[in-house]
């Protein structure tokens, strides 16, 4: 039996370990202080690089110690508990951790890139109110490895290793990961960090910081920190220019108001015109959709460098939202386009399959006919273009 399909409690995977982590298996499975950097690097390689399955294959480590590691660990992935595939190429994997927990994470393939969209928790602690993860509860955070493991098991589905086992970074499927999956990263954020730190190690997986974007909903304290932590690119679910409103939107403002939470922004490190911070907004109908809104916005986010993406509200069973309408999307646009700011609309991707953006949950639920109409809509009016 492959040696990734074996389940045995009694061993852990060195999968998704991070350099730390590994070093210390290493340590325990009796590699001495003077080879420890050494071998490390070599196992490092052959889990990030080339995505190794088996043992045999890492020619350069001897026998005796593959044997020794075979004993006591395994190369096994996550198990994918249920794939889904969208008509538009997106794919959504339900996760199957060793605890039994569910998460869910999606990979959506675009012209000359393809983004990996991961999840820090299982469930989460936010209870945003247009966000079908809100949902669920929290159940716990995820682990390092587990957070890394969603990259590689993905890896592994699309054969994205390269040829000969190599590394393939000029002909990459799994191009860009955005932490915007389930849960709320900056509450898991030790974790996250150097999950973060992994994926963009140069001897590994080897994804660029500035491919990697972090989505938080505003735990202020910890933004400027996950900054100096990883380097990446810094996402905000904004959503409201209210703190009224956001307090019903996105319920964590009551504790970190929009004021507070942009001077954590000011404090990103790096901040620049060439490190803009993206603001995303999901455009509800009657809601936050307003030319005012779109004004304000505008007015707020003076002196950030920044991107506003805009986000057409992803229905699902029991939201208590709608999408806004197609011409009211693009007149907010245009305000915000003259304000000097780039208001890209996020085109939908994966709702036939419940893998939009806000449509996450680990439990599988069927895309409603009112996102059906929707989806058709905006189709339509995109095509007028």
């Keep these: ?42 196992l490092w390689s052959w889990l990030y690089a080339r995505g190794a399955t088996k043992w045999e294959t890492m020619t350069d480590v001897s026998k005796d110690l593959r044997a020794t590691l075979s004993e006591l660990y395994t190369l096994e992935r996550l198990e994918v508990a249920d794939a889904q595939f969208s008509d538009d190429g997106t794919r959504k994997y339900l996760f199957r951790m060793t605890d039994g927990q569910l ?5 959506i393939p675009e012209v000359g890139r393809g983004t990996l969209c991961v999840s820090s928790q299982v469930g989460c602690t936010l209870t945003c109110r247009f966000c079908h993860t809100g949902t669920q509860k929290l159940v716990r955070n995820l682990t390092i490895a587990e957070i890394v493991g969603q990259m590689v098991a993905v890896r592994d589905d699309l054969q994205d290793w390269g040829e000969d086992g190599l590394s393939n970074s000029g002909r990459r499927k799994i191009t860009n990961v955005v932490m915007m999956g389930m849960g709320e990263p900056l509450y898991n954020s030790d974790n996250v960090g150097e999950a973060l730190n992994v994926m963009s190690d140069g001897e590994g997986l080897s994804l660029s910081r500035r491919r990697i974007t972090l989505s938080t ?24 220019v209210r703190d009224d409103l956001r307090n019903e939107l996105v319920p964590l403002n009551k504790k970190y108001p929009i004021e507070t ?13 060439a490190k803009r911070i993206t603001f ?14 779109a004004r304000d916005l505008v007015r707020m986010l003076a002196g950030i460098p920044a991107k506003i993406n805009l986000i057409p509200f992803n229905p699902w069973p029991g939201a208590p939202y709608e999408c806004s309408e197609w011409e009211r999307i693009e007149a907010f646009a245009e305000i915000v386009n003259r304000a000097g700011y780039a208001s890209p609309v996020r085109s939908p991707r994966g709702r036939d399959i419940m893998a939009a953006c806000g449509q996450l949950k680990s439990s599988s639920v069927k895309e409603t006919a009112a996102s059906k109409k929707i989806a058709e809509l905006q189709a339509r009016n995109l095509g007028r273009g």
């Design 1 to 42: 039996m492959d040696e990734t399909q074996t389940q045995s409690p009694l061993k852990t995977s060195l999968v998704g370990l991070s350099r730390e982590q590994l070093r210390a298996a290493l340590a325990q499975a009796g590699v001495g202080e003077k080879q420890l950097r050494m071998r490390t690097n070599q």
């Design 103 to 107: 998460v869910e994470t999606v990979y």
């Design 217 to 240: 909903s505003g735990v202020a304290p910890e933004i400027p920190l996950m900054g100096e932590k990883t380097g990446v690119m810094l996402a905000i679910s904004l959503h409201a």
């Design 261 to 273: 939470l942009l001077e954590a922004c000011r404090n990103w490190p790096g901040l620049s015109n």
């Design 280 to 293: 995303e907004y999901v455009m509800l109908k009657g809601v936050n959709d307003t030319d005012a809104d």
